[in-house]
């Protein structure tokens, strides 16, 4: 029973297309949250929904478009893409009313490489 | 604003030999620390959390870490490293309120035999 599942876990894609990571995670979670891993390995929060509301808006380009449908999933599209958004993106999910203290589980991650 | 600095981009031990690996902290709050390991083509799995309950902390694998507030310190240590150890970790911090994770560069542990 994987806990927090990505798709697709490879994305190759050409400049200028448009792209989509779906994420969905089984543990009954209220937070979800999308991570970018450069290839230094940093790692920086991008967005969070908590029951399907933005709680977190990190400085990212509007081409980023978080979605979610409900608590279980958060998708993330991309539009236009650009070379620097080559990555590793990971999906995490974590529960409680504050938050800050409670494990986040993540995904195994999305490795997008834009040509 | 919160941020946390990992000392040394690597670290190489011999396997058998003491893990410390190095996180310190900056946060305006009492924050809430945690250590993350992630293996190749994986992602991260929670090592262990601070909370502010005890300063010294067990986890999984054999690591424990300790909250040190006077030096704004979290290292991670494991008495013993094992070749299946090897890996990077990561440090990160939390503040009440705010429940994104802040994480530090990274550790990339070599066990040597």
């Known amino acids: 029973d994987t806990a927090v599942s990505q798709t697709p876990k490879y994305l190759v894609t050409q400049m200028g297309n448009d792209k989509s990571i779906k994420c969905e995670q089984n543990l009954g979670h209220d937070t979800m949250y999308w991570y970018k891993q450069d290839s230094k390995k940093f790692l920086k929060i991008m967005f969070s929904?908590?029951?399907?509301?933005?709680?977190i808006n990190e400085t990212v380009p509007n081409r980023f478009s978080p979605k979610s449908p409900d608590k279980a999933h958060l998708n993330l599209h991309i539009n236009s893409l650009e070379l620097g958004d080559s990555a590793v993106y990971f999906c995490?999910?974590?529960?409680?009313?504050?938050?800050?203290?409670?494990?986040?589980?993540f995904g195994p991650g999305t490795r997008l490489t834009v040509l | 604003a919160q941020s946390v600095t990992q000392l040394g981009s690597h670290v190489s031990v011999s396997e058998g030999a003491l893990v410390l690996l190095r996180c310190n902290y900056s946060s305006s709050v009492p924050p809430y620390l945690f250590w993350y390991v992630q293996y190749p083509n994986q992602g991260l799995q929670l090592l262990l959390k601070y909370t502010s309950a005890a300063t010294l902390v067990k986890g999984i694998n054999g690591f424990e870490a300790e909250f040190k507030k006077s030096e704004t310190s979290f290292h991670l240590t494991k008495p013993s490293a094992h070749m299946s150890d090897a890996a990077e970790y990561f440090c990160?911090?939390?503040?009440?309120?705010?429940?994104?994770?802040?994480f530090g560069s990274g550790t990339r542990l070599q066990v040597q035999p």
């Open positions: 990160a911090v939390s503040e009440p309120g705010r429940r994104a994770l802040t």
């Open positions: 929904y908590n029951n399907k509301e933005l709680i």
């Open positions: 995490a999910s974590s529960q409680g009313a504050s938050g800050a203290y409670n494990e986040q589980f």
